[in-house]
């Protein structure tokens, strides 16, 4: 590169951009700044749900979960959120209520 060149970096959708994201060849010709590294998005662990769980562990972007209620209980909501490009899980975490069965006689 020449001297005083400028490189300005960026990342798809989805990843997060860590280190220099502008760096200029300097006159030593190394670059300044930090090396720039692009990494998936992480949605963290999602919500727990009472009496029920989780399945699935890819908290990355795109990643899905689905949420399973323990016998004797209904899910309430979506079962299924997938980790979106703002590093949120979609939708709202669905609730697990007790199955009521009707007695006739």
């Known amino acids: 590169m020449v001297f005083g060149a400028t490189a300005i970096f960026s990342c798809n959708t989805g990843y997060t951009l860590v ?7 300097m006159s030593n010709g190394l670059w ?5 590294q692009c990494l998936a998005g992480h949605c963290g662990t999602p919500e727990p749900i009472v009496n029920g769980q989780i399945i699935g562990e890819n908290y990355n972007y795109r990643g899905s979960v689905v949420y399973q209620c323990n016998p004797g209980f209904r899910l309430i909501g979506v079962s299924v959120r ?3 490009q703002d590093h949120r899980w979609s939708g709202r975490t669905p609730v697990c209520v ?3 069965t009707e007695i006739v006689t």
């Open 19 to 25: 280190g220099s994201r502008v760096r200029e060849c």
């Open 32 to 36: 300044s700044g930090s090396q720039v």
């Open 82 to 84: 997938i980790c979106e």
């Open 98 to 100: 007790r199955k009521y």
